[in-house]
């Protein structure tokens, strides 16, 4: 700083001027002092600042790096927490998986047990059975020897009064001819001993009808075995579309979707065989209705054989499937429907081949079709539908009778039970044969109603119950309270599927507010 100088400091020869410079000499030493003073206090308070911030900012740093490693100790552990579960998940869904497939193995080691047990059983009451019968045999052989003995002492006097017998019963047949002639045809029929008339004669020639085509489907399948053997690629081609057809038909299931990929197979194998030209066969036999014979009946004789093999694996799966599930036998149903009602699979492009379908369920269930008997006798069993496992061998258990009858009823609604209003397709078989079925069982005289009329009803009935009233609005409820209230009503107390079948009309008042 400059300092000015004093114009009493030359007064040396003035003591006052002297003084005061002297004094004004000192009050600026003090005011530089106290300047120095001040920058010194700034100076140290600045390094006292900045050694502030440094301790503050290596404070930080490792509060910082603490807190960094303690989210990294953090972290490590979090991770190992989720592998330690991730882990324990992995082995606790291996040990269900363990366990499921031994309880599965323990399962299936019981089935073939049990089964192994039945069918044991069984062959030792088959066996037990052919002693009986054949020491049944024998003893009315000898009978009959017996008999015979006795009866040849009097061969020769009773044999002019049977020349006269059949002399005048030929003489009242030849009446009886010449007045049947005069009659309606198929007014009258012999089955099993009794004499059918009207209706029931005419169930009979059409399941009679149906049978025989079920016959020609054999013969079919030998004469086309035989061309076949001569070319072995189109053997092998034909095998190959047998066994797809069966898989795609086993693959059938429940839900939405789940059969796009098994239809699309078995159309595709259809289509097939329809472009297979040679062998060609008359395809009017295997049909019970009227054809146009102005066009060709012939057609591929490999698309009639695979449309046969189509069909047994239909009913196939509604016997073991639908007989346990019924509801299973519905999605069967609508891809046979859709396969009969595809006008590739028609002959002439008109007429569908489903008879070839409704032949075996005339086979296998032919109460469906009004046809009865005697469930006691062998005969009856047969007329029923009552399987055997072998060529002539012993019928099948009830349950296992009753298990098939369930889900063949299921079948046939699921078949006759189908809405073709918006589809551009005709319905191969219309929802009549379907009232016809529940008519055939539910007029049958209550002498003749079985546990197996009463079986297949059910089936035909339950899960139904909404289309059957959308389809024959108020005849339908008749219909319904025939079947469950009325029919049921005439049976014997201790019939369990009489009753079962009586059961649904009070579910129907339960769960639909439905009073029959």
């Given at each position: 700083?400059e300092?000015?100088e ?10 006052s ?6 004094l004004?000499r ?24 900045e ?5 503050a900012?290596?404070e ?28 324990e ?5 291996e ?18 047990e ?9 062959r030792?009451e ?27 002492k ?7 009064e049977?020349r ?6 030929e003489?009242?047949?030849g009446?009886?001819?010449?007045k049947?002639r005069a ?7 012999q089955v ?5 008339t ?5 169930r ?19 004469w ?16 190959t579309?047998r066994?797809?057809?069966k ?31 040679e ?7 295997f ?7 102005s ?5 591929p004789?490999?698309l ?15 016997i ?31 007429v569908?081949?489903i ?7 005339h086979?296998?269930c032919?109460?469906?079709f009004?046809?009865?008997?005697n ?22 258990p009830?349950?296992?009778h ?10 046939f609604?699921a078949?006759s039970?189908?809405?073709?209003e918006?589809v ?5 078989y ?5 009232w ?5 069982i ?12 009463f079986?297949?009803l ?6 139904n119950?909404?289309r ?15 079947a469950?209230?009325e029919?049921p009503?005439?049976a014997?107390a ?12 009070d ?5 639909k507010?439905?009073?029959?």
């Amino acid at each position: 700083m400059e300092v000015m100088e004093s114009p009493y400091k030359r007064a040396a020869d003035s003591p006052s001027r002297q003084l005061l410079w002297e004094l004004s000499r000192l009050a600026v030493t003090e005011q530089e002092n106290f300047y120095a003073y001040l920058d010194e206090t700034a100076i140290k308070q600045e390094a006292a600042h900045e050694r502030a911030l440094a301790i503050a900012a290596a404070e930080h740093d490792r509060v910082r790096r603490n807190a960094e490693v303690e989210r990294e100790k953090l972290e490590l552990q979090i991770e190992q927490e989720r592998q330690r579960r991730e882990n324990e998940q992995r082995r606790e869904l291996e040990r269900q998986r363990q366990e499921k497939a031994e309880w599965e193995i323990a399962e299936k080691r019981k089935e073939i047990e049990r089964v192994k047990a039945q069918e044991l059983k069984e062959r030792q009451e088959a066996e037990k059975r052919k002693v009986e019968v054949a020491e049944a045999e024998r003893h009315r052989l000898e009978k009959e020897k017996q008999e015979g003995e006795t009866a040849k002492k009097f061969a020769e006097e009773k044999v002019a009064e049977r020349r006269a017998a059949e002399a005048q019963r030929e003489k009242a047949e030849g009446e009886a001819a010449e007045k049947t002639r005069a009659q309606p045809a198929m007014t009258t029929m012999q089955v099993g001993g009794q004499t059918l008339t009207g209706v029931q004669s005419a169930r009979e020639g059409e399941h009679y009808r149906y049978l025989e085509i079920h016959q020609k489907l054999k013969e079919l399948r030998k004469w086309l075995s035989s061309e076949t053997s001569r070319d072995s690629n189109l053997k092998k081609r034909m095998g190959t579309m047998r066994r797809n057809i069966k898989k795609f038909v086993s693959q059938l299931g429940v839900g939405q979707g789940v059969n796009k990929i098994p239809l699309a197979g078995i159309l595709g194998v259809l289509k097939e065989a329809a472009t297979v030209s040679e062998p060609t066969v008359d395809i009017s036999p295997f049909l019970t209705s009227t054809v146009n014979t102005s066009d060709s009946t012939f057609g591929p004789a490999l698309l009639v054989y695979q449309l046969n093999i189509f069909s047994k694996a239909i009913v196939s799966q509604f016997i073991v499937e639908a007989g346990v599930s019924p509801k299973t036998a519905d999605p069967v149903g609508v891809v046979a429907s859709q396969i009969f009602s595809n006008n590739d699979f028609k002959l002439q492009g008109k007429v569908s081949l489903i008879d070839i379908l409704i032949a075996k369920l005339h086979v296998v269930c032919p109460v469906l079709f009004g046809i009865y008997g005697n469930d006691k006798t062998t005969q009856g069993k047969i007329r029923l539908g009552w399987w055997r496992e072998d060529q002539g061998g012993p019928f099948i258990p009830e349950g296992r009778h009753s298990e098939r009858m369930t889900g063949l009823g299921a079948g046939f609604a699921a078949i006759s039970l189908r809405n073709y209003e918006k589809v551009r397709n005709e319905n191969p078989y219309p929802n009549h044969h379907f009232w016809h079925a529940m008519a055939n069982i539910v007029n049958v005289p209550s002498n003749e109603a079985t546990n197996t009329h009463f079986v297949v009803l059910k089936a035909m009935i339950e899960n139904n119950e909404a289309r059957i009233l959308e389809f024959f609005g108020n005849a339908g409820v008749v219909a319904l309270r025939k079947a469950l209230v009325e029919f049921p009503s005439h049976a014997a107390a201790s019939s369990v599927a009489a009753k079962a079948l009586g059961v649904l009309a009070d579910v129907l008042k339960r769960n639909k507010k439905l009073y029959l």
